[in-house]
């Protein structure tokens, strides 16, 4: 059974930076692409970062470009997204999750999500 734990998120001033977390079980992170979504207050939940072993990592939202770092612990099947710089666009709950795809270049459904983890941005 896969199963996702976000993790990390909270209470940042704006220009700080957060490394948030998805520890993952029951499946190979070798094959499976793990995708990061935010979802800000009032709006949709959108795609915003991608870790994937096999086919590269991707960074979806053009506002987060440059300004995030994927990496992996594969001692704890965690998977991290730092995101520095932070903003009041940056307020929002952060989820994890898998499709089942190895590669980051998918926009179908997701099957599998954590609870997600909230980060709100204020002075």
Same mark, same amino acid.
């Given at each position: 059974?896969? &199963?996702?734990?976000? !993790? +990390?998120? *909270?209470?940042? &001033?704006?220009?700080? !930076?957060?490394?948030? !977390?998805?520890t993952t079980s029951g499946f190979n992170l070798d094959y499976r692409a793990?995708?990061?979504?935010?979802?800000?207050?009032?709006?949709?939940?959108?795609?915003?970062?991608?870790?994937? #072993?096999?086919? *590269?990592?991707?960074? %979806?939202?053009? /506002?987060? $470009? *440059?300004?995030? @770092?994927?990496?992996?612990?594969?001692?704890?099947? @965690?998977? %991290?997204? &730092?995101?520095?710089?932070?903003?009041?666009?940056?307020? #929002?709950?952060?989820?994890? /999750? @898998?499709? +089942? #795809?190895? $590669?980051?270049?998918?926009? +179908?459904?997701?099957?599998?999500?954590?609870?997600?983890?909230?980060? @709100?941005?204020? #002075?």
């Amino acid at each position: 059974q896969s &199963q996702l734990v976000e !993790s +990390g998120g *909270g209470l940042v &001033q704006p220009g700080g !930076s957060l490394r948030l !977390s998805c520890t993952t079980s029951g499946f190979n992170l070798d094959y499976r692409a793990i995708t990061w979504f935010r979802q800000a207050p009032g709006e949709e939940r959108h795609q915003a970062a991608c870790f994937s #072993a096999s086919g *590269g990592n991707m960074v %979806y939202m053009e /506002s987060l $470009r *440059g300004r995030v @770092t994927i990496s992996e612990d594969r001692a704890t099947n @965690t998977i %991290y997204l &730092q995101i520095d710089n932070l903003g009041p666009d940056d307020w #929002a709950v952060y989820y994890c /999750s @898998t499709s +089942g #795809a190895t $590669r980051c270049d998918y926009y +179908g459904s997701f099957r599998d999500w954590g609870q997600g983890t909230q980060v @709100t941005v204020s #002075a």
